[in-house]
C-alpha cells in the first residue's frame, strides 16, 4: 500500500508538514525516532462501528466522535503520526487494491515520488517471501531503486515475524550498497503458527484472536529490537490499542527524551502496584517480574498453536 | 458494594427511572432480560484515562468526552443500565470500602431499603464462599432477608465460576423459601486456576491477563447459561467491552425481541465474512465453527495455568 | 481389591514371611519404610506380553522369563515387596471382582482376617468418594473396624490426588480414633481433570497416555509428601516402571538408610551428567535444576487438560 | 556413525547373513521393508541396567539376561534387525567417535566397502545441516559416492524432523543422479522445538523427557510417512520401545504381508476395546478416534515448546 491511498503507506500531508517544523524525513535523518499509531479497524469493530469482514471505514461519517476519540488516544499514548482512516479493507477489495506483484508497489512509488514529498512504501511480507517469488530483501531493493525514502512492513504478521522480514530487509539494502529509513508496524498478535499469508489464513482469524494479543511488555521488548535493528519508524497495525503504542513510547522514551501525556495514567514498569495494601501485590512492582512473566492462557482444554488453513 | 456508593450495586436514580416508563423491578418483575454494561477502570487504563494500581475515576473530570464515548459504545452495544463511573478502586479504599463481613452488607441494604427505592446487591463472592466463613447461599439469604430484591455476584470471578456461585445462591434462596431476582457481573478473564481471592491474585493480574480474555462467543455462552439459571440482569464487569456486551445482547436477542444498534456492524455467528474471496474464510461464517473453536494462545513457551499467590 | 485375589491387596504368603525375619506388620510396626512395588499389567503390554483391553496374566505361563525379568528389575529398583502377576483386569471380570459396595471388601477382611495373618486393604476411591455414597473417611473407618492392619489406595487416581484422598482417610480415622497403616499405589500419571470414575474415563485411556507419565522427579516429591503424610507403605500402580521405584527408594534412602540396587546406575539429582563435555549439559548436574523444571509436552497442538467421558 | 562400531551403522555380520537366506541388501532390492529396533540405551536405563551421563553398555556383561530380554522383547515386535548393543555413549567419548566432519563419515564408509558387506551410513544430522556447513542433501551424495548402498538419518531428532532431513537427503541424491536405499531411525520424542544440537540440549534432556514420548499412534503416522518417502528401512533409536517398533510393524503389514508376534497382544487400532463394558470406552475401539486424538499433558502448569540451551 502506498500514499494516500492507504493507511499502510504514508504520504504526509501539507497541513501535517506545517504543524511540524520538521518533516518526517527531516525528522528521521536527524536520528528521531517516530512512533507510529496503532490499529484503527479491529479497535473500532471491537467498539462497534466497524463491520468485520466488510472493514469499511464509513464510521469516519457516521460516528465521527469515536473515530476523534481513537486518534485522541493514540495521539495521547505518543503517536507522532496519524493516518487518515480511510482504507477499505474490504475484503473483496484486497485483491484489487493490495499489490499482488512487487513491480506495482514500485511504480506506485515511481508516481508518489513526481509529488516531491517523501514516500514510505510498506508491504506485507514475511520473512520468506511473497508476491510471486520476491524475498524481503529484493522487495526492499526495489522499492529503494524505485525512490521510497522509507521502507518497511506492516500488517499480516506479528512482532517477531514482522521483525525478521525487517532485519531481511535491512540485510539486502546493505548487500546491495543501498539506504533507506526503515519502518515497521505489526500486528499485536503472538503467530508463530503463521503460514505465509499471515493471520488470516489462522483458525482464529478473526473472531477468536483474544488469547494470542501481546501484553504492553511484549511491546516494549518488540519496540526495543526494532530500535536495535536501525528501525526509527515503530507503529502497529491491526489490534494495537492505545495502551500498546504507549509502551513504545515509554520503552523508547530514554531515546526521545520524553515521556507521552497518556503516561501520567502509567507507572513504569508496573510501579503503580507499589502502595498496594496485599504485599505479594506489591512485589509486582518492578521490571523484573513483568520482564519474566509467562503469563498462562487460563484455557487448558486450548492448544498454543493451530495450524493455518492453508 | 450497595447504592450509590459504587457502580457494584445499583440504586436507581430519579432520572433514569423518569426516563424509561417503568422501574428495574417492574420490567423484571414483568419477565425482561436486563442487559448490564462492562467493566469502565481496565478498558479506560487501556485507553489512557486510568492509573492501575490506582483505579481512580477522575477521568470523569479530566476527559469527560474519553468517559461519555465508552458510555456511548456500551448503550450502543445493547446495555440497558448505564452505571455512574464514581467507584473508587484505589487498593487503600478497596480495605475500607468493600464489605469485609457479610453483616456490613446487610446493613447497607437495609439503609437503602429506607429510601423507598428497589436495592440491588451484589457481592465478590467465589462458589467456596468468603467473608469470614459465609456460603453463597447463606449470603443470598441474608441480603433478601434485608430487603434486597436484586442479588448477584460482580467482579473478581471469571464467566463459568461466577455462574457456579449464582446457583448456589440460587439453590439457597430455594430452600429457604425466598425469592429475588438474579443478577450476574463477572470478569471477562478465563480464570479456572483462581484462588478464594480472585483474580488479583493470579500473577498476570492486572498487567498480563491479555491471554485469558474471552471471545465474543464464549460471551454468549455465558450469556445462554446466565438465561437458563434463570438470571435476568447479565452484564459484565472488568475487562467487558463494548463487544462483549453485544455479544450478551445478541445471544439473547430472541428472548428480548431486538438486536442492539452496535449489531448493524456485526454478522450474527461470523456471517460478516460469507462474502470473502477465500473459501476457507467464508467457511468460517457459521456458528458451529465459532462455537467449536478452540482458540491457540500463539505463546507455546507458556502455561495454561497458574498458581495464584495465595 | 483383597488378600491372595489380586495384586491390590497383599495377604503375606508363608515363603514370603519365612524368607524375611520379619514380617510386614513387624516392619511397620518398627517404623520402616516398605516400598511396593510398580505396574504389571500396562509396563508388560508395552513390552508385548498383555493385551490391552482384556489385560490377563497369561503372560506368567506363556512368557515366565519376561515377568521374571520385570520381577527383577522392580527388585532392583527397590521394591520390598513382589506381588504375584495373577490379577485378571478382564473389563468383564472387573464389574464381578471389583468391589462395588465398601461392605463387599468389609466382609473380604473378615474372611481373611480369619487366616490369622496381617490384612492390607487398599481401595480405588478418590477424594470425592465413591461406592454408592461412601466417603474416603467413612470407608477407611470400616475396613478398620473390620480388622484390617493396613489400609489405602491404588490404582485409578494419579500421585497428587491419591495422596489426597489418603489424607481423608487419614483424617477419618484420627476422628475415629482409630489407628492402622497407611499405603498409597498411585497411578503413574498425571490426572487433574479426571472425574470420579479415574483415568478410564479420559479419552487417552489406555493408548495415548504418554504425555502424563511423571519423570522421577515428580514420583520422588510423591514419595517425600506420602512419607509426610505418615504413609509407609509406598509403591506405584500402572504405568510405573522400575526407575519410578527407584525414585521412591533414592527419596527415601535418608530414612531407610540404604539405596537400592539399580542406583549403582543412577546419579542421585542428575549428577550423572557432571562430566559432560558441553557445560550447558553440566550445569544439569543439580537438585535445584530438576526440581524446578516444567517439562514440555512438545506437543503445541495438543491441549493440556482432556474433559473425561463420563 | 559406522560398520561395527556403533549401532548406528549397520555393518551385516556373517552370522546375520546366514541366518537369514538372503542379505539386507538382496531384501531391499527386492523391495522388501526392513524394520529396525528401537532404542537400548534410554530402554535400559529405565530399566535400571545404564548410567545415564555415562551410557555405556557394560550391561552386557553384567546383565546379559536383562539385554537378551530387551533383544527378545525388539524381535517379537518386529525387528529385522538386532544391532550388538556396544555402543559406548560416554558423552566423552562422544566428542571422538562421533564423526565432525562428514569427511571422517566418507573415509570410513571407503574402509568398510573394502570389506566386501554392504555398507549403511546413517548420519545425525537435521533438516538445517550440521557437520561444519555440510547440508542434508550434499551429505547423502557425498556417502553414496564414497560407496554406501543405504543412508539415512538416527538419533538427535524426533520422527518429523528426521523425515523433513530424509525428504532433503533424497532430493540431494535425485538432483545428482544418485540411488541409495533409504533408512530412518528417528529419536521417540515430540521435539518441533530443538536446536541444530538435536535432544541434548533441549532443557528436559536426559530425565525428564516422558511428556514427549510418542504414542504409538503418532509412530504408524510415521512409519506410513517414512514408507510413502521411498524409505525402506524404518526403525527408532532412543526411547522407542518395543511398542513403538511393533506400531511400525502393523502399519506397514499390508505391504510386509504380516504381523509381528507381539501383535498377538494387540488389537489394530485400539479393537481390544470393542468388548469393554463401559459403552464410552467402547467407542473408542477405532481407527478414527485414535489417529485424531490430541493428548493432553495433564500438566497445566508447563509449557508446549521449551528453548533450548544453545
Redesign the interface.
Known sequence: KLGTLSPQTKHISKEEEEKCTLGILERLDAGEVVVGDGGFLLTL??????????WTPEAVVEHP??VR?LH??FL??GSNVMQTFTFSAN??N??SQYFEYAEEAVWAVEVLKESGKPVAATMCIGPEGDMHGVTPGECAVKLVKAGASIIGVNCRF?PWTSLKTMRLMKEGLQAAGLKAHLMVQSLV?????CGKGGF??????????????????DIQKYAREAYNLGIRYIGGCCGF???HI?AIAEELAPERGFLP??S????SW?????????P??RA??RREY?EN???????????????P??
Chains 1, 2, 3, 4 share one sequence.
Open positions: 469493530e471491537k467498539r462497534g462501528y466497524v463491520k468485520a469482514g466488510l466522535n469515536a476519540q485522541m488516544e495521547r499514548a475484503e473483496d484486497m485483491e506479528g498478535f503472538h503467530m508463530p503458527d488470516v489464513d489462522l483458525p482464529e482469524y478473526p473472531f477468536a484472536l483474544e488469547p494470542r494479543v501481546a501484553t504492553r511488555w490499542e492505545p495502551y504507549r501525556p497518556a501520567e495514567k502509567h507507572g508496573g510501579s503503580g502496584l507499589n502502595m498496594h495494601t496485599k505479594w501485590i509486582r512492582a513483568w512473566l509467562l503469563p498462562a492462557s487460563g484455557r487448558p482444554f486450548c492448544p498454543s498453536l493451530s495450524k488453513d492453508v
